[in-house]
């Protein structure tokens, strides 16, 4: 038994997330820290990336918080030398920099022919660019020196296995990291090490800020479009954070040594439900 639960530990190894401040990188941080490794909480908002990297040294966690613009290559070298000055390597890059604009979804006051090139393309920049690409970039170079190799994470979405409407520029951009996902899976291995795995996470339905204003009116009931999307969830329920962790682990740790190349819904069913 002992020997099963060793191959999910983390002791020694460094992590860093993306995004880290949001509820659902701060949550994967907390279980990958927990599992033993070392925590590198990176956010756009440095307040936000120290608080939660607080939280998790209050529970025993070994963690910092650093700045980190995922748009500009500046911020992403700078945080990837400071993260190997106070961790000395990178073994796992978790990726939950992202989030969707009004200005990219369609609604009954804005037109799919409306919908603003401003918006759209930032929501494609932030969600593939800066989600997915460039960390990989910068951080994936620190991880090919392992000998050992690592793991990188990718966070797709329900968007992308099945394009959901209204949320063009979205579900458009999350494509586009999965396809990414796998190009790099096939990549690293044989360029680099094929002990460099590269993997995503689909989500299904998490409720976060970013699209609370679509799952839920101002009363805090669920808007026809929520109601819909429970409707099809064959758990009955919005994910919770917490329901991330597991798969998280799995496919940072040497559980999935032989995996590389996928994107792992994680749903309550939602992809597997065609709705009869």
């Not at 995922?70 to 990726?95: A, H, N, P, Q, T």
Request: charged share 20%.
């Amino acid at each position: 038994m002992q020997e099963i639960l060793d191959i999910f530990r983390l002791t020694g190894k460094t992590a860093v997330i993306t995004g880290g401040g949001g509820i659902l990188g701060s949550t994967i941080a907390r279980g990958l820290g927990l599992a033993g490794a070392r925590i590198a909480i990176c956010d756009i908002r440095e307040d936000m990336a120290n608080k939660a990297a607080e939280e998790l040294i209050r529970e025993g966690i070994t963690a910092r918080g650093f700045a980190l613009d995922v748009l500009k290559r500046e911020s992403l070298e700078k945080c990837c030398e400071s993260v190997i000055g106070e961790f000395e390597r990178v073994d796992i890059l978790i990726s939950t920099a992202g989030g969707n604009q009004k200005g990219a979804t369609t609604s009954a006051d804005q037109s799919f022919f409306d919908l603003s090139e401003e918006a759209m393309r930032m929501v494609v920049d932030l969600n593939l660019f800066g989600g997915a690409v460039f960390p990989a970039q910068i951080f994936g170079r620190e991880m090919v020196k392992n000998p050992d190799g690592g793991s990188i994470i990718n966070l797709s979405s329900m968007a992308a296995i099945r394009p959901l409407t209204r949320t063009a520029g979205y579900s458009a951009a999350k494509a586009a990291v999965s396809n990414f996902t796998m190009w790099l899976a096939v990549h690293m291995a044989q360029e680099y090490s094929p002990k460099v795995r590269v993997n995503a996470l689909a989500p299904g339905f998490f409720l976060t800020e970013q699209n609370r204003y679509l799952l839920l009116d101002e009363g805090g009931n669920p808007t026809p479009r929520g109601k819909q999307i429970i409707d099809h969830t064959p758990a009955n329920r919005y994910g919770d954070p917490k329901d991330l962790v597991g798969a998280a682990l799995w496919l940072a740790s040497d559980a999935s040594e032989f995996v590389t190349g996928i994107v792992l819904p994680v749903d309550g069913g939602f992809a597997a439900y065609c709705g009869v």
